[in-house]
């Protein structure tokens, strides 16, 4: 990662603007506080990329928060493709301004060099592809896919610097870290899928309950009035609650061990799964107020 960084700060002198990719379910969690000091002197876009994937209100609220602060933000579904023409004419307004400047110094025709930022797994290579009509970057739904630097020519006019996704070093925040485990953005060793499943099912309670009752077909008022039945005499919290709840969709989804016994580790990897591939409709895991 330090190599990494080094590199990027060493070719900022290049480029003209910088193309942040998030994720449209998370794009504070997803967005690297290291490009805040990258793109200090820089016209920065960002681009909610699998807006197909999140909460189209929610979405709504992102683009406003960033306009507040005059960053031009753009949703985006690469694998379809929409939303790409918006990017390029955005590119095009910012780099009008700027090569006025190389024009006054006798420099004409350059194109605009646009870098392209993101962590692992917002969907950076696929954007790439679809921004440049043809499979030049390398694509996986897994972290670390992008391993050095390239250049991508888009037109006449406008070359793409694609970089290796990278995180930052500490996360200290623990829901940040939580969100990326959710968008499969840390590599599966550095997390516990049985806990991050369970985080991820009670945030989905919380704020999109019909959404998994849909997905799994089950009546969450009812789980939680049994698990208040059935512990009628001894005290329960949210957790036995939510714990029910994932033992109902193992139930429902057959992940069950011999004797009758819940397989924790595939209802946990199924949640997660199912999320990932969008299985529960738009969900928005952040919000910007």
């Known amino acids: 990662m330090k190599k990494t960084k080094e590199q990027i ?48 209100n929610i979405t709504s609220a992102w683009i406003k928060y960033y306009s507040t602060q005059s960053i031009p933000c753009i949703k985006v579904e690469a694998t379809t493709g929409k939303g790409l023409s918006e990017v390029i004419n955005q590119i095009k307004i910012l780099y009008k301004e700027i090569s ?13 060099k646009v870098m392209v930022l993101g962590i692992p797994n917002v969907g950076k290579s696929t954007f790439i592809n679809s921004l440049a009509k043809r499979n030049i970057a390398k694509v996986g739904n897994m972290p670390g896919v992008t391993k050095g630097k390239q250049w991508i020519k888009i037109d ?31 590599g599966q060793n550095a997390v516990d899928n049985e806990e991050i499943a369970y985080e991820l099912l009670k945030l989905l309670v919380k704020n999109y309950k019909e959404h998994v009752e849909k ?38 989804k057959g992940a069950i061990l011999s004797g009758g016994r819940i397989n924790e580790q595939k209802v946990s990897d ?18 910007p107020y």
């Open 9 to 56: 700060i060493k070719d900022l002198k290049l480029i003209d603007i910088i193309i942040e990719i998030v994720d449209a379910r998370a794009p504070k969690s997803t967005q690297n506080p290291d490009v805040q000091e990258y793109s200090k002197n820089k016209p920065k876009i960002v681009v909610l990329n699998k807006s197909d994937l999140a909460d189209e």
């Open 215 to 252: 997905r799994y077909n089950i009546d969450i008022s009812s789980i939680e009035k049994n698990v208040e039945i059935n512990n009628k005499e001894n005290d329960y919290n949210e957790y036995d609650v939510i714990l029910e709840i994932r033992d109902e969709i193992a139930r429902k």
């Open 270 to 287: 199924m949640i997660l799964s199912d999320f990932r591939a969008g299985k529960f409709g738009r969900i928005s895991i952040e919000r």
């Open 156 to 186: 006449d006019n406008i070359e793409l610097m694609d970089t290796p996704g990278m995180l930052w070093p500490k996360l200290g925040n623990t829901v940040v870290a939580n969100n990326l485990a959710y968008l499969n953005s840390i």
């Open 100 to 112: 006025s400047k190389y024009i006054e110094k006798g420099r004409t025709g350059r194109t605009a």
